[in-house]
């Protein structure tokens, strides 16, 4: 491909023999703005240091430009990183931030107060010049961080979670206007985030990663509507995954029953993982439904009413914008596109089923289970990942 | 003083307004009483005509104490440096190190120094072992410096080491990934951080050497410094007045000093305070 700039072939990370990464493969277009998207601990931050030099894998070549990277340090790559906490200079004010890179490289003072006014204007940040970082408020900081790594003019922007300080709305308007840099200076753009929904508005494609292994690489679309696996389906929006059998194509059975889909390409007989999204699902009187169960809970989330059902003993979550109250009776009834049927995985069983709270929450009342513990199970993969 | 939440907060300050008040202010205002009157209690400045006399004992003083707080530095930016780079377990077990000479009395640190300096002290029954020439060592400027540095060089490790503390990781990456090594790093953005540890590293260790009277006094042999001008004046002259004069300028001096070192810290009070 000739608008390839990064590669990483099979890249193997592990710190103290704890694999971080294992044998993971990305290919990165020019001008693209990828999304490496996972839970904490899931090796996002680590890919994104060892695109930026700062890790160093054991196993796998990392190539930028189709030069191999090997033992070149952060300083002599031609990418800028934007840190999770932003990791401004707390010495130097608006103006000698972001003129630092310039500093560096000697750029002629005219040049580097023209480039720097440039950037300010960029992020909306002209008259700032002269205040000092303490003096900003995060969203400031935020931009002076973006104008900071833009000036010295990178092939390549890495994003750590760079918007997960900031506050629900600050944060979508910084989403569309990362984007809106991006597409305008058309380069590359590597974000990392645990969060689906962004990964999902901002990227041209996403990188679900988890255990230190990539679980799905696609467009947003893709990702949401074709999962690869329970995680992904898991991880990316809220989902129903159901046991099932694939009897022949265009037909499986699950939930006692057999439903008409679209998928096909499967064995017969081959057990199954299916996927249905709860706004997939449509509610009615139980005689008129394909299933019919019990509502154990209905909470009302401004859209919908995001509703609990229990059918034989399995429980579904589904949104309506009807008004539904606990110890109904309905019915539900899914078309056959709205069936994702998926291959078993190690992550079968594992989630889709809401009878039970997230294991973060199990976590949370275990006296058993350590907080440092985890983290440092984590290792180095950032200190909030 | 109708809020009742300010006057509570008043009276938590009370016990140490009292004590400032009792030991800090009064005894300042004695030493000003005594510095401008003669021993019959009349106002004079002929004091002040006495101390010029003294200049030199001043000017050696300030330039002994300059000589150790330079040498502190010099050890101790480049120690606290390396140790901020350790783990965080060998950090905790080298700063103890660095903390231990302070839970020994000064009187006895200093008694041990005389006896390694000492002529048939330790180094130099160490050397004609070794059958080497004996060196003079002890009642020389330098064992006075040895004794400054010795005794204070915790007071200018610490500052440093907590200020370098602070500087984040991530900060550090952020100038690396802006394109500078690991020399321009330490240059345009570990040195610049540091500057108010250094700030009061100096001036802590610069103001106790200026006016020691016992280091020198135990390894200076007939060197005196100010301090123990200022403690004979005192203590077996019974002169007040000479005494507390000199005690008066001293301060001027050193609050000088401060005032220039604070220059630059940008106005930052964080550096006396640390």
């Given at each position: 491909?000739?608008?390839?700039?990064?590669?990483?072939?099979?890249?193997?990370?592990?710190?103290?023999?704890?694999?971080?990464?294992?044998?993971?493969?990305?290919?990165?277009?020019?001008?693209?703005?990828?999304?490496?998207?996972?839970?904490?601990?899931?090796?996002?931050?680590?890919?994104?240091?060892?695109?930026?030099?700062?890790?160093?894998?054991?196993?796998?070549?990392?190539?930028?430009?189709?030069?191999?990277?090997?033992?070149?340090?952060?300083?002599?790559?031609?990418?800028?990183?934007?840190?999770?906490?932003?990791?401004?200079?707390?010495?130097?004010?608006?103006?000698?931030?972001?003129?630092?890179?310039?500093?560096?490289?000697?750029?002629?003072?005219?040049?580097?107060?023209?480039?720097?006014?440039?950037?300010?204007?960029?992020?909306?940040?002209?008259?700032?010049?002269?205040?000092?970082?303490?003096?900003?408020?995060?969203?400031?900081?935020?931009?002076?961080?973006?104008?900071?790594?833009?000036?010295?003019?990178?092939?390549?922007?890495?994003?750590?979670?760079?918007?997960?300080?900031?506050?629900?709305?600050?944060?979508?308007?910084?989403?569309?206007?990362?984007?809106?840099?991006?597409?305008?200076?058309?380069?590359?753009?590597?974000?990392?985030?645990?969060?689906?929904?962004?990964?999902?508005?901002?990227?041209?494609?996403?990188?679900?990663?988890?255990?230190?292994?990539?679980?799905?690489?696609?467009?947003?679309?893709?990702?949401?509507?074709?999962?690869?696996?329970?995680?992904?389906?898991?991880?990316?929006?809220?989902?129903?995954?159901?046991?099932?059998?694939?009897?022949?194509?265009?037909?499986?059975?699950?939930?006692?029953?057999?439903?008409?889909?679209?998928?096909?390409?499967?064995?017969?007989?081959?057990?199954?993982?299916?996927?249905?999204?709860?706004?997939?699902?449509?509610?009615?009187?139980?005689?008129?439904?394909?299933?019919?169960?019990?509502?154990?809970?209905?909470?009302?989330?401004?859209?919908?009413?995001?509703?609990?059902?229990?059918?034989?003993?399995?429980?579904?979550?589904?949104?309506?914008?009807?008004?539904?109250?606990?110890?109904?009776?309905?019915?539900?009834?899914?078309?056959?596109?709205?069936?994702?049927?998926?291959?078993?995985?190690?992550?079968?069983?594992?989630?889709?089923?809401?009878?039970?709270?997230?294991?973060?929450?199990?976590?949370?009342?275990?006296?058993?289970?350590?907080?440092?513990?985890?983290?440092?199970?984590?290792?180095?993969?950032?200190?909030?990942? | 003083?109708?809020?009742?939440?300010?006057?509570?907060?008043?009276?938590?300050?009370?016990?140490?307004?009292?004590w400032a008040a009792v030991f800090i202010v009064v005894p300042l205002a004695m030493v000003a009483y005594y510095a401008f009157t003669d021993p019959a209690g009349n106002f004079t400045l002929s004091n002040f005509h006495e101390i010029a006399g003294f200049s030199h004992t001043f000017i050696l003083s300030i330039w002994l104490g300059l000589l150790s707080t330079?040498?502190c530095?010099?050890?101790?930016?480049?120690?606290?440096?390396?140790?901020?780079?350790?783990?965080?377990?060998?950090?905790?077990?080298?700063?103890?190190?660095?903390?231990?000479?302070?839970?020994?009395n000064l009187l006895l640190r200093t008694y041990a120094l005389m006896?390694?300096l000492e002529?048939?002290?330790?180094?130099?029954?160490?050397?004609?072992?070794?059958?080497?020439?004996?060196?003079?060592l002890i009642n020389t400027e330098g064992a006075v410096v040895a004794g400054m540095v010795y005794n204070f060089?915790?007071y200018?490790?610490?500052?440093?080491?907590?200020?370098?503390?602070?500087?984040?990781?991530?900060?550090?990456?952020?100038?690396?990934?802006?394109?500078?090594?690991?020399?321009?790093?330490?240059?345009?953005?570990?040195?610049?951080?540091?500057?108010?540890?250094?700030?009061?590293?100096v001036t802590m260790v610069f103001v106790p050497s200026v006016s020691t009277f016992y280091i020198s006094s135990k390894l200076g042999g007939s060197i005196t410094l100010v301090g123990d001008i200022i403690e004979y004046t005192f203590n077996s002259e019974a002169n007040y007045n000479t005494g507390a004069t000199m005690s008066l300028i001293l301060m001027g001096m050193i609050l000088l000093c401060m005032l220039v070192m604070?220059?630059?810290?940008?106005?930052?009070?964080?550096?006396?305070?640390?």
């Amino acid at each position: 491909m000739a608008d390839l700039i990064v590669s990483l072939q099979d890249v193997t990370v592990a710190f103290d023999g704890e694999i971080v990464l294992d044998r993971v493969s990305l290919d990165i277009q020019n001008g693209e703005f990828i999304t490496l998207l996972g839970p904490s601990g899931c090796g996002k931050t680590t890919t994104l240091r060892i695109l930026g030099g700062f890790v160093e894998p054991q196993a796998g070549t990392v190539t930028f430009d189709g030069r191999s990277m090997k033992g070149v340090p952060p300083h002599k790559r031609q990418v800028s990183t934007i840190f999770q906490r932003y990791a401004l200079f707390p010495h130097l004010n608006v103006y000698d931030n972001i003129a630092f890179g310039l500093r560096v490289r000697k750029t002629p003072e005219a040049e580097l107060c023209e480039r720097v006014e440039q950037v300010l204007n960029m992020v909306n940040l002209r008259g700032f010049e002269k205040r000092r970082i303490q003096a900003l408020s995060g969203g400031q900081q935020q931009r002076v961080a973006i104008a900071r790594a833009l000036v010295t003019r990178p092939k390549m922007l890495l994003l750590d979670e760079p918007l997960a300080a900031l506050d629900l709305k600050l944060r979508k308007d910084m989403q569309v206007e990362l984007k809106n840099i991006q597409k305008s200076l058309g380069i590359t753009f590597v974000f990392v985030t645990h969060d689906q929904e962004e990964a999902l508005s901002m990227s041209d494609r996403v990188v679900v990663m988890n255990d230190g292994r990539i679980q799905q690489i696609g467009t947003p679309q893709d990702v949401y509507n074709e999962p690869q696996n329970a995680f992904v389906a898991d991880f990316i929006g809220e989902s129903n995954i159901i046991d099932g059998v694939m009897l022949r194509d265009g037909l499986c059975r699950f939930a006692g029953r057999d439903f008409e889909c679209v998928d096909g390409g499967f064995d017969r007989e081959q057990p199954v993982d299916v996927v249905i999204r709860p706004e997939d699902v449509k509610v009615g009187a139980p005689e008129a439904g394909m299933l019919s169960g019990l509502v154990t809970g209905s909470t009302f989330k401004g859209v919908h009413y995001e509703v609990i059902v229990d059918v034989n003993g399995f429980k579904w979550m589904v949104q309506t914008t009807a008004c539904i109250t606990v110890g109904e009776h309905i019915g539900l009834t899914v078309g056959p596109e709205d069936i994702h049927v998926m291959r078993k995985s190690e992550y079968s069983g594992l989630f889709g089923d809401y009878s039970t709270f997230s294991d973060e929450m199990d976590r949370l009342s275990d006296p058993a289970f350590s907080a440092e513990e985890a983290a440092a199970a984590k290792g180095g993969d950032g200190d909030d990942d | 003083m109708t809020n009742p939440r300010a006057l509570r907060q008043k009276l938590v300050a009370a016990p140490y307004l009292v004590w400032a008040a009792v030991f800090i202010v009064v005894p300042l205002a004695m030493v000003a009483y005594y510095a401008f009157t003669d021993p019959a209690g009349n106002f004079t400045l002929s004091n002040f005509h006495e101390i010029a006399g003294f200049s030199h004992t001043f000017i050696l003083s300030i330039w002994l104490g300059l000589l150790s707080t330079i040498i502190c530095l010099l050890i101790s930016y480049p120690l606290a440096y390396l140790i901020t780079r350790c783990s965080p377990k060998t950090q905790r077990l080298l700063m103890v190190l660095v903390m231990l000479p302070m839970w020994i009395n000064l009187l006895l640190r200093t008694y041990a120094l005389m006896k390694l300096l000492e002529d048939t002290g330790f180094i130099n029954e160490l050397l004609s072992l070794l059958h080497l020439p004996p060196v003079h060592l002890i009642n020389t400027e330098g064992a006075v410096v040895a004794g400054m540095v010795y005794n204070f060089i915790p007071y200018m490790i610490l500052p440093i080491y907590n200020v370098m503390t602070r500087i984040e990781t991530p900060v550090l990456e952020a100038s690396r990934d802006l394109g500078c090594n690991g020399f321009q790093t330490f240059r345009r953005v570990v040195f610049p951080l540091s500057i108010p540890g250094i700030v009061s590293g100096v001036t802590m260790v610069f103001v106790p050497s200026v006016s020691t009277f016992y280091i020198s006094s135990k390894l200076g042999g007939s060197i005196t410094l100010v301090g123990d001008i200022i403690e004979y004046t005192f203590n077996s002259e019974a002169n007040y007045n000479t005494g507390a004069t000199m005690s008066l300028i001293l301060m001027g001096m050193i609050l000088l000093c401060m005032l220039v070192m604070n220059q630059f810290t940008g106005g930052d009070e964080e550096a006396i305070l640390v």
